[in-house]
Each structure stands twice: as structure tokens, then as C-alpha cells.
């Protein structure tokens, strides 16, 4: 998209924003904002727009509504008691003053001068609901709505299975409003998903709007089959009963009555007490079965929360603490395609900058074009990015409300369709069959994977070149000055001066770190080659069993097989490398750059056989480090603890490994203790 496409998009959904706020405030507040002039203008500003770019067009737009509001099948629900919202807290400082406001509006009662006591909770990622009991049967169910009224949902309510019908008391009160939110648990949400995917339906982007679409749906048939869930995380009115003296005693009878309650909740005293439950409670969000976006906290005591009252619609008792943004809604302004070391075309989105999950993300990989198709991803489209914990940000989902209109009538107008020609080097394109993956077919030819596989060959993990960095080898080969690694150890100090920002004292330590790179283990400069299927284990094993190249260069496939962990596959793809003559050539001219012979244990110290697991982070040796100690002492590196376990490395932060290294009570070091022992002679 243009600069000028993107600004007109920005308005558009910026006019829709203030169109549907000034609709909210006139038909459901009765508050008007906005003169009916200013209306006016806007409303036309918003249409002009989308005629002049009817690519900009979609059907939720307020302009595509007949009347004021959309046709419903639901019948509307006026709360007993209104169903308050929940003030927001985004910091630790909002927490604290939210505490502070608690205890000065509690001084000179009786609560006055202690530690507050709070109840927290999961803050539930799904729709609020509140469903009315009388003399103990389910009698309605409503959604949230505005607070004031909600649709009558009873039916689609009833479904759920978790919900009792009827609640488990010998004498039910006259009416009890249980209060709470309707989800859909993450394998219920992937098993929706996978089911619509099956009949070629779409898919929901996240279980929120999973939850929604189900909990509203004429057909109660349709809510059944898409098994929601029900958590209680309050009462609303009560008649025939007295209740609970606390939020945390009140939870604990609706957990009597049937209800499913979270069971992470906890009763802390002070505003310490919060912020240790966020932290807690966030270091198990990722495992939890549902999504939660955050912790609510609520003074304890419900005689405390009649004095603290409400501002505005929210109670002033409580509040909702939000963990970070895990999802947000973002434009796809592009679709790239880059071109990897063995040449794999990848589609990767380009997206309008979105801070999401603590980071801000521009792009996202779409892996390859059946992703791209089964998540029908466009340009244009506005999409839901999520990034979860320190994962890397993926599309969930096409926000397909949003979708241009032109792109709805017209699906074919901007599908996306892998190119059929290399982007880079204009080589065709072949997708092998049974294989996701579409590949350039012009090999080290392609500058792209010229330039991937001299990355690869550098990296500090194969042969170490340090500072030939990305933006250098970009312009060696852009020149025509390397074409393949070989050609790295025929530079010299004029080629490397003449470059962009390199300066002599640069070249010369690059010079310097070519050369140093000269005499390389074997099993380096096999992992360095990039021969499909060979990573650095594998090179490892190739080196120790053939001990020198050529030995390698001159075995069949059989010979490869025998090696220990190499399967049929990757012999073949080892031998079919060996095999092509430009590859024979590269590794001709790289003679005397690599040093033969099998990685051998260099020192007769304690680790000899043994088995070593590292877990947390050591103090000052990284785990790369600690691992080449380790294989240099001719001991050997497990992923997990296990009775073969000789030793276990740990570090700050060490989790489950270490509690399994005491269970099996395997011997546990620390760096410096692993350090010494490896020094020591037997
Ligand atoms: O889990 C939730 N989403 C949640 C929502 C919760 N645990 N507690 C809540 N408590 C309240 C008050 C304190 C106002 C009774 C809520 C909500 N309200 C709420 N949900 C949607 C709007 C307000």
C-alpha cells in the first residue's frame, strides 16, 4: 500500500471510531456527544471516503447499517441490579494507587490503619453474563450489554454443561443473579477450529471471539456444539437468603452450589499481596486451560465494598490488573517474499508497526502459501498479531469484519499467489510434491542463497568470521566480489577498504578474523557447508566416524547410514551434497581451511564418559560454553534428567530439572564447582 492508501485507511477507521462512540452515546446513553452538524459531517466525510476507494469499504462500517441499529434476534434484558464494569490498572503504580485510595477512603472505620485484605482472581478472557436463579431453577440468562440491559441469552446459557440448572441447596432463595464470564477453553477452541478448517468453513481467530460468536447465535443447536465454558466470579441481586461476609466466603458457597470457580484464587493482605499474586498468577498464565488478560482484585470484605461505593459505573472496591497485550489488530500492508539459505521462498507479512506481548512487531512470517491460503491472508486485510510469552509473533487470523468490500465480492481480485519466478534471480520456482515448501531452483546461483549460506558459513556456531556481518556480505556479493565461502580467503585489505563505512583498521581486523577462522575442526566446517539436514550434532557424529573429509567425500550412502542418528534421509541428502560438482569444487578451493581429524577428548579430567544436563542460567559461562567444557573433557551433554545422569549444572532460575535432579538424587553442581571438578585430574 501507498503512503496515500494508508493515510485514507487511517481516517476511515478513525471516522468509524468516532461514528460508532457518537451511536453508543446518542441511541444507548441518551448522552449525545456530537452535534447532529457534526454527525453529519463525519458520516459524509466516511462515505466520500469509501466511494472514491471502494477498496476501503466493509460491511461493519456504520454506513452499511439499515437504520440505527443491526437486526437482532434477541430479546433485551433490564439487570436488577446493573452489572458494573472494572476500572483498569496498567502499572504497579496504578496498583498502589489504587490501594492507597482504598485505605484513605476506609479511614475511621473500623478497617482503618491495617493492611487491607483483598480477594484476587483470574481476570477471565470472555463475556461477562449474569444468569437469574429462581427458587432455585435456571430462570434467564443475559449478557453483559451495556451494563444496564443485556440480551436474553437463556437458552444458549443452558447448554453449557457446566452450568447447574438447578442449584444443589435444600431451601434456594427466592432469586440469586450469579455473575461470571462465558469462554471456551484453548482444546475446545482448537478442536472448533480444526472441525471448521475440515468443512472449509473460517476459523475463529482467538477463543474470545470463538466464545462470542457461539454464545450469540440464534440456533441454541449451534451453541451446543461448540462446547462453552462458565466461570462465577460474583453475585448480583439475592432475595431469601443472607450471604457471605466476604467476596472470598461468598465464591466458596457458589463453588458449593455448582459453580465453577477459578482455583487460582488467593486472599492476600496489602498491596504487597497483589503485586506478588500478578506475578504468580502471570508465571502460570501460559499453562492455564483458558485465556486470561489479567488479575482482579476485590476488598475482602463486602461491608468494606458498601463503604467504598462507585464513581461512575465502576465499584471503587475493585480493580483489574492487566498483563500486556498478548494480541492486537493490526494492518497488512505487504506481502514480502524472502529467499532462505536452501532457497525456500517464505510469504512474510508486512505489517503497520503494532506493540503487542511487550514488543513492537513489523513483520510476521507466514511460512508458506498453504498457510497463507488456509488463513486467506490479503493485503489490506487488518489482522489479529498475537505474541505469547517470548515466542515469535504469529497471524492468528483475519479480522474478516474488516475486510475491504471490494476484496469480499471479489476474492480472486487479491488472493495471494506465490510467485512462480524467484523474486530475487528470476530462476522459476518449484514446489515439490508433498512438500509445503516452494524453492527457487537456481541453487548457490541465486544471490540470495549465495548470501544465506556465506551467513551461515560465518556464524559463530560454524566457522566464526567475526564482524562479517549481514550488511557486509550483502555488498561482497552485490559486487560480485564473493560468490561462494571460498572466495572469503581470497580477500584482501584494498577489496575490503573500498566497501561502504569500512575504514583500513577495519579491514585489517576483518583480515585478521578470516584468517583466524583458517584451521577449523572438521565437524565445524561440516556444519558450515549448510548441507540440508545437517545441523551441528550431525556434523559432530560425521566427523568422529569419517575423521576426515575426503574419507566423507568417498563414502556411498550405506557408509553414511552407519554413522550413529543418521537415518536414510539425511545420508542421502550428505551424499547427493558430496555428489554435485560445483559443491566438490567450493570445498577444493576451501582446502586447508578446515583441519581433519575426529573431535578428540583433550584433557583425561573427571567428565570423561560422563553425562552432564544443564539447566538454568550459570553465573558467567553460557550454555554454549558450558557445553564445549563439557564435550572438551569427553563428557556429554543430555537434554533432560534421567537415572543416567552423572551431573547436573544448575543456575539461577533452574525449574523442574533440578527438582528431578533431587528426586533422582543425582550429583548437583554449581559453576563453580563444574569448573573446578572439569580442571581436576581423577
Ligand atoms: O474474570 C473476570 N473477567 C471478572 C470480571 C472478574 N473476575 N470479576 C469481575 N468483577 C466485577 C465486579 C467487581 C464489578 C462485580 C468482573 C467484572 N465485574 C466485569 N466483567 C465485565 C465487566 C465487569
Known amino acids: 500500500m501507498s503512503p496515500a492508501q494508508i493515510k485514507n485507511a487511517d481516517r476511515v477507521r478513525d471516522l468509524r471510531a468516532q461514528i460508532a462512540t457518537a451511536n453508543t452515546q446518542y441511541y444507548v446513553l441518551d448522552a449525545p456527544t456530537l452535534s447532529d452538524a457534526e454527525y453529519d459531517r463525519l458520516f459524509r466525510e466516511l462515505q466520500t471516503l469509501e466511494t472514491e476507494h471502494p477498496e476501503l469499504l466493509t460491511l461493519d462500517s456504520p454506513t452499511q447499517r439499515v437504520g440505527g441499529k443491526v437486526a437482532r434476534g434477541f430479546v433485551?434484558?433490564?439487570?436488577?441490579?446493573?452489572?458494573?464494569?472494572?476500572?483498569?490498572?496498567?502499572?504497579?503504580?496504578?496498583?498502589?494507587?489504587?490501594?492507597?485510595?482504598?485505605?484513605?477512603?476506609?479511614?475511621?472505620?473500623?478497617?482503618?490503619?491495617?493492611?487491607?485484605?483483598?480477594?484476587?482472581?483470574?481476570?477471565?478472557?470472555?463475556?461477562?453474563?449474569?444468569?437469574?436463579?429462581r427458587h432455585g431453577l435456571l430462570a434467564q440468562g443475559a449478557t453483559r450489554g451495556d451494563g444496564e440491559t443485556g440480551e436474553d441469552v437463556t437458552e444458549n446459557l443452558r447448554t453449557i454443561r457446566t452450568i447447574p440448572l438447578r442449584l444443589a441447596l435444600e431451601n434456594p432463595p427466592a432469586e440469586l443473579e450469579v455473575r461470571g464470564e462465558v469462554l471456551m477453553l484453548r482444546h475446545d477452541f482448537e478442536r472448533i477450529n480444526q472441525e471448521a478448517l475440515a468443512r472449509g468453513e473460517k476459523t475463529f481467530v482467538n477463543p474470545r471471539n470463538a466464545a462470542a460468536g457461539s454464545l450469540r447465535q440464534l440456533d441454541s443447536r449451534v451453541t451446543a456444539a461448540r462446547r462453552l465454558s462458565f466461570f462465577a466470579y460474583g453475585i448480583g441481586s439475592v432475595e431469601g437468603t443472607v450471604l457471605a461476609k466476604?467476596?472470598?466466603?461468598?465464591?466458596?458457597?457458589?463453588?458449593?452450589?455448582?459453580?465453577?470457580?477459578?482455583?487460582?484464587?488467593?486472599?492476600?493482605?496489602?498491596?504487597?499481596?497483589?503485586?506478588?499474586?500478578?506475578?504468580?498468577?502471570?508465571?502460570?498464565?501460559?499453562?492455564?486451560p483458558y485465556a486470561i488478560d489479567g488479575a482482579v482484585y476485590k476488598v475482602n470484605a463486602i461491608a468494606a465494598q458498601t463503604v467504598l461505593g462507585f464513581v461512575a459505573r465502576a465499584p471503587r472496591f475493585a480493580i483489574a490488573h492487566k498483563y500486556p497485550a498478548q494480541e492486537e489488530m493490526t494492518l497488512v500492508e505487504g506481502i514480502d517474499i524472502q529467499v532462505g539459505r536452501t532457497g525456500v521462498l517464505t510469504p512474510v507479512a508486512r505489517l503497520k508497526p503494532?506493540?503487542?506481548?511487550?514488543?513492537?512487531?513489523?513483520?510476521?512470517?507466514?511460512?508458506?502459501?498453504?498457510?497463507?491460503?488456509?488463513?486467506?491472508?490479503?493485503?489490506?486485510?487488518?489482522?489479529?498479531?498475537r505474541r505469547a510469552g517470548d515466542v515469535i509473533p504469529e497471524v492468528a487470523g483475519v479480522v474478516l469484519e474488516r475486510r475491504p468490500m471490494r476484496d469480499l465480492l471479489e476474492p480472486i481480485f487479491s488472493a495471494f499467489v506465490m510467485p512462480t519466478e524467484c523474486p530475487v534471480c528470476g530462476a522459476p520456482v518449484l514446489r515439490i510434491e508433498g512438500e509445503a515448501a516452494a524453492r527457487c531452483s537456481n541453487g548457490l546461483a541465486c544471490p540470495a542463497q549465495r548470501k544465506q549460506a556465506i551467513r551461515h558459513f560465518a556464524q559463530r556456531r560454524?566457522?566464526?568470521?567475526?564482524?562479517?556481518?549481514?550488511?557486509?556480505?550483502?555488498?561482497?556479493?552485490?559486487?560480485?566480489?564473493?560468490?561462494?565461502?571460498?572466495?572469503?580467503?581470497?580477500?584482501?585489505?584494498?577489496?575490503?577498504?573500498?566497501?561502504d563505512r569500512m575504514g583500513e583498521k577495519s579491514a585489517e581486523n576483518l583480515m585478521a578474523a578470516i584468517s583466524a577462522s583458517r584451521g577449523r575442526p572438521l565437524s565445524r566446517f561440516l556444519f558450515a557447508l549448510g548441507i540440508r539436514h545437517v545441523g551441528e550434532e550431525t556434523a559432530k557424529a560425521l566427523?568422529?566416524?569419517?575423521?576426515?573429509?575426503?574419507?566423507?567425500?568417498?563414502?556411498?550412502?550405506?557408509?553414511?547410514?552407519?554413522?550413529?542418528?543418521?537415518?536414510?534421509?539425511v545420508a542421502a541428502s550428505i551424499a547427493a551434497f558430496c555428489a554435485e560438482p560445483h559443491n566438490r569444487a567450493v570445498i577444493e578451493a576451501l582446502r586447508g581451511v578446515w583441519s581433519d581429524g575426529a573431535p578428540q577428548a583433550q584433557s583425561v579430567g573427571r567428565g570423561v564418559g560422563k553425562t552432564f544436563v544443564l539447566t538454568g542460567t550459570l553465573p558467567s559461562l553460557s550454555r554454549e560454553q558450558a557445553?564445549?567444557?563439557?564435550?572438551?573433557?569427553?563428557?556429554?551433554?543430555?537434554?533432560?534428567?534421567?537415572?543416567?545422569?552423572?551431573?547436573?549444572?544448575?543456575?539461577?532460575?533452574?525449574?523442574?530439572?533440578?527438582?528431578?535432579?533431587?528426586?533422582?538424587?543425582?550429583?548437583?553442581?554449581?559453576?563453580?564447582?563444574?569448573?573446578?571438578?572439569?580442571?581436576e585430574n581423577p
Request: aromatic share 6%.
Open 76 to 133: 433485551g434484558v433490564t439487570h436488577r441490579l446493573p452489572m458494573l464494569s472494572l476500572a483498569n490498572a496498567f502499572s504497579e503504580a496504578e496498583v498502589l494507587a489504587f490501594d492507597r485510595r482504598v485505605s484513605e477512603a476506609l479511614a475511621g472505620t473500623g478497617w482503618a490503619g491495617t493492611e487491607i485484605e483483598y480477594a484476587c482472581e483470574p481476570k477471565f478472557d470472555g463475556l461477562a453474563v449474569s444468569i437469574l436463579y
Open 246 to 288: 466476604t467476596h472470598a466466603g461468598q465464591m466458596a458457597w457458589l463453588a458449593d452450589l455448582g459453580f465453577p470457580i477459578a482455583s487460582q484464587r488467593r486472599v492476600v493482605p496489602g498491596v504487597r499481596g497483589l503485586l506478588d499474586y500478578f506475578a504468580w498468577l502471570g508465571a502460570q498464565r501460559d499453562a492455564m
Open 543 to 569: 566427523a568422529r566416524h569419517f575423521g576426515a573429509m575426503d574419507t566423507l567425500l568417498h563414502a556411498s550412502v550405506e557408509q553414511i547410514s552407519a554413522v550413529p542418528d543418521v537415518g536414510p534421509v
Open 354 to 385: 503494532v506493540f503487542v506481548g511487550g514488543v513492537t512487531v513489523t513483520n510476521a512470517t507466514l511460512h508458506n502459501a498453504d498457510e497463507v491460503a488456509k488463513k486467506d491472508i490479503r493485503v489490506g486485510d487488518t489482522v489479529m498479531v
Open 462 to 499: 560454524a566457522m566464526d568470521i567475526e564482524g562479517l556481518g549481514d550488511k557486509l556480505i550483502d555488498q561482497l556479493v552485490d559486487a560480485g566480489q564473493i560468490k561462494t565461502p571460498a572466495d572469503l580467503y581470497r580477500l584482501d585489505v584494498a577489496i575490503l577498504a573500498g566497501l
Open 627 to 679: 557445553k564445549a567444557l563439557i564435550e572438551a573433557a569427553g563428557g556429554k551433554v543430555a537434554g533432560s534428567v534421567s537415572k543416567k545422569t552423572d551431573f547436573v549444572v544448575a543456575g539461577f532460575d533452574a525449574g523442574s530439572k533440578l527438582a528431578k535432579a533431587h528426586e533422582l538424587g543425582r550429583v548437583i553442581l554449581n559453576e563453580a564447582e563444574f569448573t573446578k571438578m572439569l580442571e
